[in-house]
């Protein structure tokens, strides 16, 4: 990868000292390794496969000339995101592109669809076409919650999480703290079906929410508040030019930029501690690098059992990690080289339906949803696969050969169970049923292929080995694995139990997705430790809550 190179560096000609050394080049550990590079510290960043990015991959995998995003694909990075901004990615000639159409849910077998857009009056008309109750609730609740999710939800996102009883407590203090708390306290799936009446507005919302990793915890008390955030972003659906990898390419150029170096096909094989201290990292070519601090972007319990090792650690926290929750679910995905775009029997209803950024084929009803969470919890496969997708190449054609296309499907499976089972036969058995729901409610979709490729959760971890068994996320989204407990109640935040080892990756508050935060997070975090000055603007969230109305 040209940027392991950018500086001249191989894992042949390391340094021998740097001031801080990161595992793996996810974007959360170059977004963090950014932030205290342009503070003036000395960084490496060490990253296993031979491409940087971790989970926001772009490739060729069906054909020449046709990228297939086989990871993050939709985004919120956008010129005003606090991250973008701060580390001023626009010069490095990333652009987000902003779908004016952003939901589509075929219902009635795909005879009619409800789309939803940028522009909340338009989504309310067509939810009006539906239903006049839930058209006003909509509108309500939007209006409600992008207030909760702008003062309450974002804030916590962006700051290190606070222990329970205070965070209670400064909620309890105002009126928007108090409604994110009573949701809070219930399920995804019971918010829903006690707001919404209609079934394709259900399914619409909850669909995503389980996109954000809840689809085996809907129904859990404990985790209501991100109805707010899913339905709130839910018009805000972004995608990147070029593919999602552009932005990953950006931020590796910002660190190089402010000094740092990033080597690629450079596994780091174990954290080097001594006298309770990280000192440095042995890589597995035998090179070892020494530093004033590691931070690893790896998931927290295979950082501290595998890279570090037991015997650093006390009996009750290796217990805490041993029990630590992982994703429930994985993602299965099948690529598509197309040479015309599939044309949904939903165009006659609304046809605007193609140009959804986000398609949700196969959910008709909450109880299609409902019925894939048990299914996915008792560790088995649905009979039909319904499917999250999208047509990139409507919005970027740069994506595909002139005049030609390109959709994918992700479909939930049983994960981490599933880990080591994706063999010929069962990958060719999801991809068959993820084809048929695709071609129930595109017909054409047959036709128009020129090729398709899979990415099994077994893929994904050749790819990125920390994902083990595919799980995205680095953990559950399970109130017992969230805020102050994530990754656990003994160690929560980013600082660990050995001095001068911290934790920046997407097990660590407030977990996965493509947004950067706990990279952000863990940067003040270290840069506090160090007494170093902080050129940006982290969010004082005790302040923040206080200061709610
Ligand atoms: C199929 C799929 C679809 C997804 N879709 C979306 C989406 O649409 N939107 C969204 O926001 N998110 C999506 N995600 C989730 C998103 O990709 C992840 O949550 C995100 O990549 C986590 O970022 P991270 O930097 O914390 O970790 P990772 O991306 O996992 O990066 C960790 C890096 O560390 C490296 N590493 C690990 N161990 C070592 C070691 N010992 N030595 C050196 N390097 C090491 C890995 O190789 C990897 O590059 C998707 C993920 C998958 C798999």
Redesign the pocket.
């Known amino acids: 990868m040209s940027e392991s190179r950018a500086n001249g560096q191989t894992s042949a000609d390391l340094p021998e000292h740097v001031d801080g050394v990161f595992?793996?080049?996810?974007?959360?550990?170059m977004v963090c390794a950014a932030y205290l590079a342009r503070a003036g510290q000395r960084v490496l960043i060490?990253?296993?496969?031979p491409h940087?990015?971790?989970?926001?991959t772009t490739d060729e995998i069906t054909l020449p000339a046709f990228r297939h995003n086989?990871?993050?694909?939709?985004?919120r990075w956008t010129p005003e995101y606090a991250v973008w901004n701060d580390l001023d990615l626009d010069r490095y000639g990333v652009t987000s592109i902003y779908p004016d159409t952003q939901n589509a849910v075929p219902f009635d077998g795909g005879e009619r669809a409800l789309v939803t857009y940028a522009d909340l009056d338009r989504s309310v008309a067509e939810i009006e076409r539906i239903s006049t109750a839930d058209a006003a609730a909509y509108r309500r609740l939007y209006t409600d919650y992008t207030e909760l999710v702008a003062k309450v939800d974002t804030p916590m996102r962006f700051a290190p999480p606070l222990p329970t009883d205070e965070l209670v407590d400064l909620l309890s203090g105002s009126r928007l703290g108090r409604q994110y708390l009573a949701m809070d306290a219930q399920s995804p799936l019971d918010i829903v079906r006690g707001a919404f009446e209609s079934e394709p507005v259900r399914s619409l919302v909850l669909f995503n929410v389980s996109v954000r990793g809840y689809l085996p915890i809907l129904d859990v008390p404990g985790i209501g508040s991100i109805v707010a955030l899913a339905l709130a972003n839910s018009q805000g659906a972004r995608m990147v030019r070029g593919g999602t990898n552009e932005v990953a390419r950006a931020i590796a150029a910002a660190v190089v930029d402010y000094g740092g170096t990033i080597v690629a096909d450079?596994?780091?094989?174990s954290i080097d501690v001594s006298g309770g201290r990280a000192t440095g990292v042995t890589l597995a070519n035998g090179r070892s690098v020494k530093t004033n601090y590691v931070v690893s972007?790896?998931p927290s319990p295979?950082t501290m059992t595998e890279?570090v090792g037991h015997e650093h650690l006390d009996p009750s926290l290796r217990e805490e990690l041993a029990d630590y929750r992982w994703l429930e679910e994985a993602?299965f995905?099948v690529h598509w080289a197309l040479s015309e775009r599939p044309a949904f029997t939903a165009e006659v209803y609304n046809p605007d339906v193609p140009t959804a950024l986000n398609l949700a084929l196969g959910y008709e009803s909450s109880d299609d949803i409902e019925a894939h969470m048990h299914l996915v919890r008792s560790e088995e496969n649905t009979a039909d696969a319904p499917l999250h997708s999208s047509i990139p190449t409507l919005h970027d054609p740069s994506q595909a050969p002139a005049g030609h296309h390109t959709t994918f499907g992700?479909h939930f499976v049983p994960g981490p169970s599933t880990r080591g089972t994706w063999d010929e036969g069962a990958v060719e058995e999801r991809v068959k049923a993820l084809v048929e729901t695709y071609r129930r409610y595109a017909p054409n979709v047959d036709r128009a292929t020129l090729a398709t490729a899979s990415?099994s959760p077994d893929a994904?971890e050749r790819r990125?080995?920390?994902?083990r068994g595919?799980d995205?996320?680095?953990g559950s989204f399970h109130p017992t694995n969230w805020g102050i407990n994530r990754p656990s109640a003994r160690m929560p935040g980013y600082a660990t139990v050995i001095d001068g080892l911290y934790l920046c990756?997407?097990s660590q508050h407030p977990g996965?997705?493509?947004?950067g935060q706990?990279?952000y997070n863990a940067a003040a975090c270290v840069a506090d430790d160090l007494g170093l000055d902080k050129w940006w603007q982290p969010v004082d969230i005790r302040a923040a809550l206080r200061a709610l109305d």
């Open positions: 595992v793996g080049a996810g974007h959360n550990a060490l990253e296993a496969a940087i990015g971790g989970g926001t086989l990871h993050a694909f939709f985004v450079a596994p780091v094989a972007g790896a295979i890279l993602l995905g992700w990415h994904t990125i080995i920390s994902m595919g995205r996320h680095h990756g997407a996965g997705s493509f947004h706990p990279g």
